[in-house]
């Protein structure tokens, strides 16, 4: 499902997009990023794609420190 940017569910299209562009930097799959933030794999992957999926700033918060980056890169291209 595609989201226009002027829906508020917006946000979520954005970070999932981040968040596999950041977990494909750090040499990591869907499984073992879920194995690492004890997370399942079903979870990362419905993030990951275009289909609003979502998340807590929890989730986000011990992504950043278990991937060791800083949250606001999970915001990165949202206006």
């Known amino acids: 499902m595609k989201i226009d940017k002027n829906n508020n569910k917006y946000i979520y299209v954005i970070v999932g997009k981040n968040i596999k562009r950041i977990r494909k ?20 992957a419905n993030i990951e794609n275009d289909s609003y999926q979502t998340f807590s700033l929890e989730f986000l918060y011990i992504l950043s420190k278990k991937l060791n980056i800083p949250i606001e890169e999970f915001f990165k291209g949202l206006h």
């Open 25 to 44: 930097e750090k040499g990591l799959t869907q499984v073992q990023l879920a194995d690492l933030i004890q997370y399942s794999e079903g979870t990362i």
